[in-house]
């Protein structure tokens, strides 16, 4: 019987990362959804389980570390993988406080995270 692929959940205001990266994720044999923001992705969660979140830090109306709080209230067990730009060491801190598996700067190289998805999901192959 065939594993299910892993599915993942990008959260970018911006369009042409997510695009971008949603993409990426998909070529390494994902299924990837997408949305634009915080509220968009907690609509989403209510319809559909993910094993991964991967979300940007500065979006407007709720931001990243919002967006972190509030899944730790409603789904405290997800995996996130928090993502900026214009990354500091207090939204690091914060991040990882609050329980984001791992934190890292755009533009996203494909090796590194691809070394995240390994630890997160524990295996070699999808």
Do not use: C, W
Request: a negative charge; proline letters at 3%.
């Amino acid at each position: 019987m065939a594993k299910q692929p892993k599915r993942i959940l990008v959260v970018d205001d911006e369009e042409n990362a997510r695009i971008g990266l949603s993409r990426l994720l998909a070529k390494e044999g994902f299924h990837v959804d997408s949305v634009a923001n915080g509220f968009e992705a907690l609509n989403y969660l209510r319809e559909q389980e993910v094993n991964l979140i991967v979300t940007d830090i500065n979006m407007p109306e709720m931001n990243g570390i919002t967006f972190l709080k509030e899944l730790n209230r409603s789904y405290p067990r997800s995996n996130v993988i928090m993502i900026t730009a214009y990354g500091g060491v207090e939204s690091y801190i914060e991040a990882m406080n609050l329980g984001a598996f791992e934190y890292i700067n755009k533009p996203v190289k494909i090796d590194e995270l691809k070394s995240i998805l390994k630890k997160i999901f524990k295996e070699t192959s999808h």
